[in-house]
């Protein structure tokens, strides 16, 4: 059960430390919007001074930016030793300590900016941990007025699980919004606010240019447009849920306002050329929105947690998440990028462009994550049919279906604008074909019409490591087309494994699968064919001369294993060999694309 509120003294410190951050936050937006930030191209003095000259205007609005912040520390040093001396509140220290330490790194990472002349990636670390800061000292102001107390407790969990989809919906809005917030820097600091002249499309009326900074620029516009459709949208559900506070109502619908000045305020800043004094207001409402989430947030989850007669672990934050985490399967997503990530080694014969590198896993573990949380929203009734999959969240009721969909679209969506934008549009393509051969011809057709449904639908695995390939060479060359075959024929093995293992599920919720239909005998023979396919095919690298020695033996090696497996589940098809191969095969791919970059590099 969440405590009740504190004395008054330390509410008034924590609301006056909040705008302080707030001020800060700003006021570093109006030092970076003026090109102030080498005002003092020392630090900690500020041209070997205590005082800036008095002519030098940038020098003065760097020094007041670094006196906000070094006037913050002792307001939060005072409000965490309050909540730990006096009032004993680990909720409130806990996150005032970590605000404490990430403001120490803030200061530190200033000198950093400033020795190293402003580079965007360090500005945008830098404006990442302001938000952060903000963020921890709103939730202990927050949780010290706890304005959940007013209401009288929710007894049972399902008087809890509004205040629980609030807390979600809330938090995703709000990663959005951090998210915009970071992307924005990156815009400012490459030098792409002028890639696009024109508002609402690019230059010329493009709408999504061909050059990297115009790339940037319009995935900036298309994600502030997302996150302001997805802002409108939690105000009006929030606004027909009686059982929450109006409280957290008025400060989405607060966030919501603001942001509609703000994209107006976006286009006539583009229109003026980018003033300071606009540049600054309109990153300064940025801050004002951000805070606004963030106290909507945390008065959701504290009317979660404000529970008696609930055990407490499910009202950890973690379990409040949990059904957005299980939704994407994370077993899954977690195999797909090793072959993603294995594809690019591949391809580059070496490690490649580390941003290359990082965004095409992000875009990849969002796609694929998207994927798998569309299958689970249009599995959702078969779901509820199996003792495997019962416990599911939109089955077991602790996501609700439509909710479960939105976060499948958002997820998808965004990876494929990440991967058109910031690696290459034949990357995002592929993810997309991978995307619509998995949700639309594999769960949505095949599943539930016939018993070779894994055979043609294995292919949505395929595209994972072209993906990769195509991340780094743009292409798709015969390597990627063995890479896609590979994964292809280790499908069936793989699932059939499983599906022999659940067999009874399978039957009861009416799926062909194809130990329900034929039998497991059957079914095992099948699953020793394909593996023996598997074993040939892997071959092809070595005959072409693409792959070594080194990856022969150990091809030898994988596949020796898997073959000696399959064939003991065909002599004997039941639940331990088919659990002995099923999770071999999990293995067996993973140490394939090792051996394979291992071999390349050793090549290179």
Request: hydrophobic fraction near 60%; include cysteine; proline fraction near 6%.
């Amino acid at each position: 059960m969440q405590p009740k509120a504190v004395g008054s003294g330390l509410r008034a410190l924590l609301v006056l430390t909040a705008l302080a951050i707030g001020l800060l936050t700003a006021w570093g937006a109006l030092v970076r919007t003026t090109g102030s930030g080498l005002g003092c191209p020392d630090w900690p003095l500020c041209h070997g001074r205590i005082f800036p000259p008095l002519s030098d205007l940038a020098a003065w609005l760097e020094w007041i930016h670094r006196l906000l912040a070094a006037s913050v520390t002792p307001l939060l040093a005072l409000s965490g030793l309050i909540a730990w001396r006096r009032e004993r509140r680990p909720d409130l220290y806990r996150p005032l300590a970590w605000a404490l330490g990430l403001l120490f790194g803030q200061a530190l990472l200033g000198g950093v900016t400033v020795i190293l002349e402003l580079p965007p990636t360090i500005v945008a670390i830098h404006l990442a941990m302001a938000m952060i800061i903000l963020a921890l000292v709103l939730v202990a102001a927050v949780r010290a007025h706890a304005p959940w107390a007013s209401r009288p407790p929710p007894t049972d969990l399902e008087a809890v699980r509004p205040a629980a989809a609030a807390v979600r919906g809330i938090g995703m809005v709000g990663l959005a919004l951090f998210a915009l917030a970071l992307v924005g820097a990156s815009v400012t600091g490459s030098g792409a606010s002028w890639a696009c002249s024109d508002w609402p499309l690019c230059t010329g009326g493009v709408l999504w240019p061909g050059d990297l900074l115009g790339r940037v620029h319009m995935f900036h516009r298309v994600l502030a447009l997302g996150v302001g459709i997805a802002l409108g949208g939690l105000a009006l559900a929030l606004s027909g849920r009686r059982e929450m506070p109006r409280g957290v109502f008025y400060w989405i619908l607060a966030a919501f306002a603001l942001y509609i000045v703000q994209i107006g305020l976006g286009a006539i800043n583009l229109r003026m050329g980018f003033p300071a004094a606009l540049n600054a207001l309109h990153l300064g409402l940025a801050a004002a929105i951000w805070a606004a989430v963030v106290v909507a947030w945390a008065w959701a989850l504290g009317e979660a947690q404000w529970a008696e007669g609930v055990p407490a672990e499910s009202l950890r934050l973690r379990n409040l998440w949990e059904p957005y985490v299980t939704l994407t399967k994370p077993g899954i997503v977690a195999l797909l990028l090793v072959t993603t990530a294995g594809a690019m080694f591949i391809a580059q014969r070496g490690l490649p462009p580390i941003l290359t590198f990082v965004y095409t896993l992000l875009g990849g573990l969002l796609v694929s994550g998207g994927a798998n949380a569309m299958n689970n929203v249009w599995d959702a009734e078969l779901d509820r049919r199996m003792h495997r999959t019962a416990r599911r969240p939109i089955p077991a009721g602790r996501l609700g279906r439509w909710e479960a969909a939105v976060v499948a679209a958002l997820f998808s969506v965004a990876g494929l604008l990440i991967l058109w934008t910031f690696v290459n549009p034949t990357a995002a393509a592929l993810a997309l074909a991978g995307w619509v051969w998995y949700v639309g011809i594999y769960t949505m057709v095949l599943k539930r019409w016939t018993p070779q449904n894994i055979v043609i639908g294995g292919a949505a695995g395929g595209f994972a490591p072209v993906v990769g390939w195509a991340a780094v060479t743009g292409r798709v060359d015969p390597m990627a087309f063995f890479l896609f075959a590979l994964i292809f024929l280790w499908t069936p093995p793989h699932t059939w494994a499983f599906a022999i293992l659940t067999e009874r599920d399978y039957r009861e919720a009416g799926v062909p699968m194809l130990p329900v239909v034929t039998g497991p005998r059957a079914a095992a023979f099948q699953v020793l064919f394909y593996t023996v396919l598997l074993a040939l095919w892997s071959l092809v690298p070595v005959a072409i001369r693409a792959l070594g020695f080194l990856y022969l033996v150990g091809a030898g090696l994988l596949n020796a294993w898997l073959l000696i497996l399959a064939l003991r589940l065909w002599q004997d098809p039941s639940r331990a060999p088919a659990r002995r191969l099923y999770h071999a095969s999990n293995a067996y791919l993973f140490f394939f694309f090792v051996l394979m970059v291992a071999d390349r590099l050793l090549a290179g």
